[in-house]
């Protein structure tokens, strides 16, 4: 089946430096990714859509200077948390339409990321 | 993306059935039923998608009445390795423009 491999797994930073976080499909070509975060016992919440070759669509409230995203090939895109802070800290979690199921708003997700910013 | 309701919790034995029930009352004519199950500090999993009536897999099944106006997850004899949070989503065909997005979910746990 389809698979969405998310790196790193874990990331622990000091505040005011930047993480990338990398979201590659392994075995399909993604045009198109989700950026979600998550914090702890809450739902997932959307926060931008990456388009491969194009500009990304953010969320409303989420800042795009301070998360930029980059979708420079079909099979990556990457998340980078600019001048981190300790409210920045979550699970970053990617996901990409294909896969399993019948295909129709179906998405194969990353295992995620958990930064933890001091 | 019609929106969802499901209970926040519910509890369950090992070997028990479980159904979780979806409500999504402004369903549209082109969305698809898809549910979702995620463990902890993990990456959610797609379990079962469906349109009309009756779906099964090899882990669920998933029944629609006919007005689609709510949806029914089943996992038959749950075990502890069940325990996670269920997602039920609704929208249409996946397209470039579509967004995503979970409700609460279902937070399923398992008592031996």
């Known amino acids: 089946g389809a698979v969405v491999s998310q790196h790193p797994s874990w990331v622990i930073c000091k505040s005011g430096t930047s993480v990338k976080i990398e979201c590659r499909s392994l075995?399909?070509?993604?045009?198109?990714m989700f950026w979600y975060r998550q914090f702890p016992k809450q739902s997932l919440m959307l926060m931008a859509t990456s388009n491969e070759g194009s500009k990304a669509t953010y969320e409303q409230g989420v800042e795009k200077d301070k998360f930029l995203i980059n979708h420079a090939s079909l099979t990556l895109s990457t998340l980078t948390v600019t001048s981190a802070h300790p409210e920045d800290s979550s699970f970053y979690i990617c996901s990409a339409p294909g896969g399993q199921g019948s295909g129709a708003n179906v998405l194969t997700f990353g295992a995620g990321s958990r930064l933890t910013v001091l | 993306l019609a929106k969802t309701t499901q209970p926040i919790s519910m509890d369950s034995y090992e070997g028990q059935e479980v159904n979780i029930t979806c409500s999504h009352n402004?369903?549209?004519?082109?969305?698809?039923i898809t549910w979702y199950q995620q463990f902890p500090s993990q990456g959610p999993r797609f379990i079962i998608q469906?349109?009309?009536t009756k779906v099964t897999n090899e882990v669920a099944s998933l029944f629609i009445p006919a007005d689609r106006k709510s949806s029914t997850l089943s996992l038959p004899r749950v075990s502890l390795s069940d325990t996670a949070v269920y997602y039920c989503l609704v929208g249409e065909g996946y397209s470039s423009a579509s967004k995503i997005i979970f409700g609460s979910g279902t937070r399923l746990s398992i008592r031996p």
């Open positions: 469906g349109y009309k």
């Open positions: 075995d399909f070509q993604a045009t198109t």
């Open positions: 402004n369903i549209a004519t082109n969305d698809y």
